[in-house]
């Protein structure tokens, strides 16, 4: 109890219920991103799309059994790709559209920072569990291949799709992490985990 | 300013230049410039500045740094405050650089003492930023996934420089655009909002003389949000009449914030809000059902929406939306009380039913109609009488009795409670007490002490007096556990007449009255006042009583104000209650101004001046005079009545003197050579004593003078010296009668003729020579030619004459003038004269005659007086001249006594006369 009441906990506990609920917001935010995207780039709702190299899947296998660290690790890892992977469909944007879209550049610079922000709680949590946050590579994710416009606008319908999966396994992953008990007492483990 | 002052200095320059030996390589160079170079200065700060000339300049020019002069726009600066540095360098110091200003000027005086600008800068003075205080923001939704954020600041103190201001924010890891205000400075909108992050908020204030932070706020957004209000709002009525159901559509989605609300309704027309408790609203919802509403009535909501938490701001309110419940059955019956109206018979009543609608919350609907039921209770068996009315009153026609009425309304939903009330035969039970009634802002309180029985209820009626119409009643029923009620609708300045009637379960007891007013004024005028009576001292006033509508309110009193017109006001307060009163304490034959004043508790007025005049004499003091004054003269004419008839006789002597009979007179021994002292004894013989008033002389024309002796002829001699005119002319007449003024003579004179042709016949003169009783003296001189006897009223003629036919008479006369002289030889002479003139007047002609014939008229002694009886003639007539100066009037004043008269006459008669030798 008095780690609950110490100012690291309550910091951690402000933590993860303001990412929660960024995390949240960002889903809802990404969800009406993804209609107005498909609508502007005239593509179908229902199409499919493969995996979007560089982003790691939300769905994974004993969710539940994974360490708190690991939850906040595959997070940063996760969103730091969404962040370099929005930028450039930004930038693409920008490029393609003119001023009549800026609305869904706006709308993508949103999501963007939000992405930014919740990256920024994940590091911050990593901090309090008094982790090392690993850096981003300097190079950053090698450079895309040259893609056709269609290709692009398939892909930045893949990162949306993607993104919004991530939101809500993020809601849950720091639903988990708020809960008081076994994640600390876990975090021995953690300290060995990759 | 600096340009300007460049160009000036370049144009020195120039100047100088011309005799610069690098003038010829085209180049322009000054002689000097300072350092600093344009400066920013702190105000209050000290400042120096240093001039720097040029080598070259020096030796051409002469020019020295000690020759160096500063000025501040025109005006030199002190030498204290230079310092020669070297022979090129000169500085300035100001302590404080609010003295200075633009611009500062380095000068030098080259040779001829000419002033010669070296270079100049400009100086810019003023304040480092303070740091920003009080930073706030505020995000506001803007549309449903915009939010602005906009904070404000307080800058600080004016810094009269140009002052930038930045409004920063940041993540840790992330630095967003500055934003920077437009035109003004307090101030600035940032439009890229993100939720859920800790962002740092900061102002930065800069300048040439700074740069200052305000402190740094630390809020994520999305706790100092002030969402749009819910839209959509409608409002739909449910199934029970008292519950609505409120939608509305939020403009926020959960995900970005839940939201708590605020419900606020009312009814339609009403402007006071009523709330739903916070507590039922603090949740998420897009509808809530509203309850305990009132049936068949119109709400109008609006509703506000927060986030949950309770951090940030409440939303504005939205759009009102009106909803109606729907109907209910009346949740009670109406009011009903009679008006009974007797006039007609009193065992026959018109019972005028009258019955309130009822109020809309009452109501619950559209009343439809209304039953009333009508029960006689002294006849059980008499079947009940009902009738369906529309309308608010229903007319009966019963016959004295105790009845009960039932009245219930009925709208669509079904029928109200019914509204009972019980007419008795008679108000017999008892009436409230101490009725009385007291102002509250617009509305008049009733109040009443309750009677010791338990009363139902208490109907209130009231109604607006007035002088012009009927009273046209208004009631309210109030219950029987109060014991007051605001009546409203009252006008202020009008009289009310309230009446209270206490219900009994068994019965009614009499109404107890007031009067009351909402609000007073003063009176709109004040009353005329008018005289009923006007006495010497006191006026009676009469008013008439003000109208009600003149009152304003209740008057306290009448006041009378009332005035002469040179004098004081006095002021006469009376009872409201009279319409006349007395003024007593009045001036007689005095005008006076009244007017009369109306006073209710609130003021007075004043009516119209009224002017009235007092009596000169009071009542009866006419009387009072005039009645003696008529006593006293009807006295005086008695008591001279009396005297009159006591003294008849004299008075006959005097006004009807006994003449003669010339019938029986002894003519035929009358004979001219017969003395007059003969005539005289025969006359004294004839006559009593004192009998004759008057003398009267008969002549006999023929040859007098020689049946006279020489000693009564003397006096005719004297006469014939005064007046030698006439004395040719005049008749034996006017000798023989005292007449021997030129008057009397001319009338002589003219009657000579006459007399002188019938001298042979025997002549009766009489001569009237002053008026009788103040009438005009009458000079007659009547000569009877006839032979006949002469009657009664030639007689009293005669009387007044002073004929020389009673020779006996004047004897008499002597006698008493004796005794007189020898009483009252005291008296002027002028006394004796009225006396004589009262006594014969005819005897008078003589001395009136003298006096007109140019006589002194100085007074004379009373030694002469004395002497009278053997003085001379005409020492006598000079005397008794003096006494005709006296008018005859004073003498009637001043009557003598009767036996007194004679006395007075003696004297001058026996020298007019002047026959009768003493």
Redesign the interface.
């Known amino acids: 109890m008095a780690a609950a009441d110490s100012p690291s906990a309550a910091l951690r506990r402000d933590l993860c219920s303001?990412?929660i609920?960024?995390a949240?917001?960002m889903?809802?935010?990404v969800v009406?991103l993804l209609d107005a995207y498909v609508e502007q780039q005239g593509l179908d709702a229902s199409a499919s799309v493969a995996a979007v190299e560089g982003v790691p899947l939300a769905a994974v296998e004993r969710w539940d059994e994974q360490t708190g660290t690991q939850r906040l690790l595959e997070n940063l890892a996760a969103y730091r790709a969404f962040r370099a992977l929005l930028a450039q469909m930004l930038e693409e944007q920008r490029e393609q559209m003119g001023e009549a879209d800026a609305g869904l550049g706006r709308?993508l610079?949103?999501v963007l920072?939000?992405v930014?922000?919740f990256a920024?709680?994940l590091?911050?949590l990593l901090r309090l569990e008094s982790r090392g946050i690993p850096g981003e590579e300097e190079d950053g994710p090698p450079p895309p291949p040259r893609l056709s416009l269609f290709e692009q606008k398939l892909r930045g319908l893949g990162v949306l799709r993607e993104l919004a999966q991530w939101a809500v396994r993020s809601v849950r992953d720091l639903r988990q992490l708020a809960k008081p008990s076994p994640a600390t007492g876990a975090a021995p483990d953690l300290a060995e985990s990759p | 300013m600096f340009s300007r002052w460049s160009w000036v200095a370049c144009g020195f320059c120039l100047v100088l230049n011309i005799c610069s030996p690098d003038a010829s390589s085209g180049l322009v160079q000054s002689c000097g410039h300072i350092i600093p170079e344009s400066p920013v200065l702190a105000l209050g700060s000290n400042f120096t500045a240093l001039c720097i000339l040029n080598e070259s300049c020096l030796d051409f020019g002469n020019i020295y740094a000690s020759q160096i002069i500063w000025k501040i726009k025109n005006r030199v600066v002190p030498k204290e405050q230079y310092r020669e540095i070297n022979r090129t360098v000169s500085s300035v110091t100001f302590n404080d650089t609010s003295s200075l200003a633009t611009p500062l000027t380095c000068n030098i005086l080259a040779d001829g003492q000419i002033e010669q600008n070296i270079y100049g800068i400009t100086v810019t003075v003023g304040l480092a930023p303070e740091k920003p205080k009080n930073l706030s923001c505020i995000v506001h939704q803007v549309s449903r996934f915009t939010y602005v954020m906009t904070c404000t600041w307080n800058p600080g103190r004016h810094t009269f420089l140009d002052t930038q201001f930045k409004l920063r924010y940041s993540w840790p890891e992330e630095i967003f655009p500055d934003c920077i205000p437009k035109d003004v400075n307090n101030s600035c909108t940032i439009t890229d909002i993100q939720f859920f992050v800790n962002t740092e908020i900061w102002v930065e204030a800069t300048n040439a003389l700074g740069k200052a932070e305000s402190d740094r706020l630390v809020v994520d957004p999305i706790d100092i949000v002030k969402p749009l209000s819910p839209q959509n709002v409608s409002v739909s009525s449910g199934i029970l009449p008292t519950v609505l159901k409120l939608s509305w559509e939020n403009w926020i989605s959960n995900a970005v914030m839940t939201l708590k609300f605020n419900i606020r309704y009312r009814i339609a027309g009403d402007t006071n809000w009523m709330e739903v408790p916070s507590e039922d609203t603090a949740s998420p919802r897009t509808s809530f059902s509203v309850q305990g509403l009132r049936p068949y009535t119109e709400y109008v909501f609006s509703i506000r929406c927060m986030k949950e938490d309770g951090q940030g701001y409440w939303s504005d309110w939205s759009e009102e939306k009106t909803g109606m419940t729907t109907e209910d059955q009346p949740s009670k019956g109406p009011p009903i009380w009679r008006i009974i109206d007797t006039s007609h018979s009193p065992a026959s009543w018109t019972v005028h039913l009258i019955w309130k609608a009822l109020k809309p919350f009452e109501a619950n609907g559209v009343i439809l109609q209304y039953e009333v039921t009508v029960r006689d209770k002294s006849c059980l068996s008499c079947p009940v009488k009902k009738y369906n009315v529309t309308s608010t009153n229903h007319t009966l026609q019963l016959p004295e009795g105790t009845y009960e009425v039932t009245l219930i309304a009925r709208n669509s939903v079904g029928a109200s409670p019914p509204s009972v009330l019980l007419i008795p035969a008679s108000n017999s039970k008892a009436p409230v007490k101490n009725l009385r009634t007291l102002p509250k802002h617009d509305k008049l309180w009733v109040g009443w002490t309750a009677p010791n029985t338990y009363v139902l209820k208490y109907v209130i009626e009231w109604c607006l007096v007035s002088s012009s119409s009927d009273c046209i009643i208004e009631w309210q029923i109030a219950q029987g556990d109060v014991q007051g009620i605001d009546l409203k609708g009252i006008k202020p300045f009008k009289c009310y007449l309230i009446t209270v009637y206490p219900l009994y379960a068994d019965g009614q007891g009499s109404g107890q009255s007031v009067k009351a007013y909402l609000k007073q004024d003063r009176p709109s005028k004040g009353p005329t006042v008018q005289t009923k009576k006007v006495g010497k001292a006191e006026a009676v006033l009469t008013w008439n009583h003000l109208t009600v509508e003149e009152q304003n309110g209740f008057i306290r009193n009448y006041t009378i104000l009332y005035k002469t017109i040179d004098g004081n006001e006095t002021v006469v307060t009376v009872d409201p209650s009279k319409t006349e009163y007395t003024l007593s304490s009045l001036t007689s034959d005095t005008l006076y101004t009244v007017r009369m004043m109306a006073s209710t508790d609130n003021g007075s007025s004043t009516g119209p001046d009224f002017t009235f005049t007092t009596q000169k004499f009071g009542k009866g003091e006419i009387e009072a005079i005039v009645v003696p004054v008529c006593l006293a003269f009807l006295l005086i004419v008695l008591l001279g009545v009396l005297f009159c008839f006591n003294k008849r006789d004299l008075i006959k002597k005097h006004i009807w003197p006994i003449v003669p009979d010339p019938s029986k007179s002894n003519i035929a021994q009358w004979s001219p050579q017969v003395p007059a002292k003969h005539n005289f004894n025969s006359k004294d013989q004839m006559y009593p004593e004192g009998s004759f008033t008057d003398v009267s002389v008969v002549e006999i024309e023929a040859d007098d003078k020689k049946s006279f002796s020489e000693q009564d002829l003397k006096p005719f001699d004297l006469l014939k010296k005064d007046k030698s005119t006439s004395e040719g002319h005049s008749s034996g007449i006017g000798g023989s009668s005292c007449m021997s003024s030129p008057r009397q003579s001319v009338s002589d004179s003219d009657e000579g003729e006459t007399t002188q042709n019938t001298s042979s016949t025997v002549q009766y003169s009489t001569v009237v020579l002053n008026g009788y009783r103040d009438q005009t003296p009458l000079h007659v001189f009547s000569r009877s030619e006839s032979t006949q006897p002469l009657l009664d009223s030639e007689e009293r003629s005669e009387d007044h004459s002073g004929g020389a036919d009673s020779t006996a008479q004047r004897q008499q006369y002597f006698r008493q003038n004796g005794g007189q002289d020898e009483t009252n030889t005291d008296r002027p002479c002028f006394e004796r004269a009225k006396q004589v003139t009262h006594a014969d007047e005819g005897d008078l002609v003589g001395f009136v005659q003298l006096q007109i014939s140019g006589q002194s008229s100085q007074p004379l002694g009373l030694g002469m007086e004395k002497n009278t009886q053997e003085a001379a003639l005409s020492s006598v007539l000079q005397t008794c001249t003096e006494g005709q100066t006296v008018r005859p009037e004073t003498v009637e004043e001043n009557p003598l006594p009767v036996d007194e008269m004679p006395k007075s006459y003696l004297p001058q008669t026996v020298r007019q006369g002047g026959y009768m030798p003493q």
């Open positions: 303001r990412g609920r960024l949240g917001k889903r809802a935010d009406d709308a610079a949103a920072l939000q930014s922000a920024y709680h590091e911050e």
